[in-house]
């Protein structure tokens, strides 16, 4: 199976901060690669999908980059509700796979 | 407004089965493929199991593959994981989630609320 790697685990941020996490994968997943939001008790919700295309919806302030097998999900100015668990996901092999997910918290 | 309800979790004993369903509207069920994802307690997401639109098609994560089986009912928009010998790790929420998109658009769009499944003698 192809193993998503999310760095980091966890960081501290402010409101207005640029928060930058990065999603490593094992192999080469072309653009394979979506990015999901989740707040506590809450359903994942889809954020970025195929590496930098923005899901319906989504404010502009999130934004992907990357292709091949490093990728990186920037929130550009964070919002007091953009505090979640973020979380990579890959669709580039018959069975898909998450990274362990990157809290982000005050 | 896509709807994707899940039902069927519980408290069971390792190496019992149990049933979940995912009733589905406001959207074509029968050209969609569709997944489940679980979440243990405070740990992150981890694929569990897709099926094809027509259900010819089925893929496992390795940790269900041979315990667990996907399968749908597109005349009742209804998904199903049947779930054997469930172990103590089993324990989680589990999500049905609509897949939409081709190529390297492929992505889960919408998610259901979950439904909790606790493992324990």
């Known amino acids: 199976d192809i193993q998503m790697t999310q760095a980091p685990s966890s960081l501290s941020a402010s409101v207005g901060d640029r928060v930058t996490i990065t999603c490593r994968a094992s192999q080469i997943i072309s653009s394979y690669l979506n990015w999901y939001q989740q707040k506590p008790g809450q359903a994942p919700k889809l954020l970025i999908y195929s590496a930098s295309s923005l899901q319906s919806g989504v404010p502009s302030r999130f934004s992907g980059s990357g292709s091949g097998a490093d990728f990186t999900l920037t929130i550009s100015t964070l919002q007091p509700e953009d505090f979640a668990t973020y979380y990579c996901q890959q669709s580039y092999s018959t069975r898909w796979t998450f990274g362990q997910g990157t809290k982000v918290e005050i | ?121």
């Not at chain 2, 390792?14 to 740990?43: I, N, Y």
């Not at chain 2, 103590?88 to 929420?93: C, F, G, H, R, Y």
């Open chain 2, 1 to 121: 407004q896509v709807q994707l309800v899940e039902s069927g979790g519980g408290v069971v004993q390792p190496g019992r089965s149990l049933r979940l369903s995912c009733a589905a509207s406001d959207f074509t069920f029968e050209t969609s493929a569709m997944h489940w994802v679980r979440q243990a307690p405070g740990k992150g997401l981890e694929w569990v199991a897709r099926i094809s639109h027509d259900g010819g098609n089925t893929y496992y994560a390795d940790s269900v593959k041979g315990r667990f089986t996907i399968s749908r009912d597109n005349s009742k928009n209804t998904m199903y994981l049947q779930m054997s010998n469930l172990r103590t790790e089993d324990t989680a929420v589990y999500y049905c989630a609509k897949a939409v998109g081709l190529w390297e658009k492929l992505r889960l769009d919408s998610w259901g609320q979950g439904t909790l499944v606790t493992v324990s003698s």
